[in-house]
């Protein structure tokens, strides 16, 4: 039976990192074979560009650019780790997937939808995830994470100004609404082992 494909989504500071490991967690104590990989990166080709992507001058690349780039880098990661995970049975949770260019380079980056899933048609196959959960906070809860965060270093992305992170937020949750069926909203206020108990939830279905 193939296994479920799971992503995170959501803006800088909502605690996508911290959910899915700790959905791996979650999912691993309940006896469920579960991998956590991320984007960009998760195969050895795919870290590479994600290197080039994320360190930087925030203007190295433009919109048309990061969006091959991670179009590249997420065929690479699909062909060599998620599609061989999923047809051996194993469920695999990843941090960011193509929702991302679609809010990032799509949304907030201006370039028109149908060109990134055009993308993402031809590089990995218009895989798309059996659900995708929706990590939301107020803007100003999370620049004060990300802020906390600082001294672990804020790449080219994520260090824009505010006034794109906001775009992002709006294009994630547009897409959302347009897709209910496959993504789930969830508040990320509260502590992590709150949050984590909204994400289980969204999976009851999937949960033996």
């Not at 990661?77 to 599609?83: A, D, E, T």
């Not at 990843?94 to 031809?122: K, P």
Request: with cysteine; charged share 25%.
């Amino acid at each position: 039976m193939r296994g479920r494909f799971i992503t995170f989504e959501g803006g800088e500071g909502v605690g996508k990192s911290t959910q899915a490991r700790a959905l791996h967690a979650a999912l691993t104590a309940r006896g469920i074979d579960a991998e956590f990989t991320r984007e960009p990166g998760g195969s050895e080709g795919a870290e590479a560009i994600r290197k080039l992507l994320l360190d930087g001058s925030e203007d190295k690349w433009d919109a048309r650019a990061e969006a091959l780039l991670f179009a590249a880098a997420r065929a690479d990661h699909v062909q060599r780790k998620i599609l061989p995970a999923l047809d051996a049975g194993r469920w695999v949770i990843c941090d960011r997937f193509i929702d991302s260019s679609r809010a990032y380079q799509g949304g907030a980056g201006l370039i028109a939808d149908e060109n990134i899933l055009m993308l993402h048609g031809f590089g990995s196959h218009g895989l798309m995830p059996d659900r995708t959960i929706l990590l939301t906070i107020p803007a100003m809860v999370a620049s004060e994470r990300v802020a906390r965060r600082d001294g672990m270093g804020t790449d080219r992305i994520g260090s824009r100004p505010d006034n794109y992170h906001a775009e992002v937020a709006v294009a994630f949750l547009t897409i959302a609404q347009a897709d209910p069926a496959r993504m789930r909203v969830v508040d990320a206020s509260g502590t992590i082992e709150e949050v984590g108990a909204r994400v289980l939830a969204t999976l009851s279905d999937y949960l033996p």
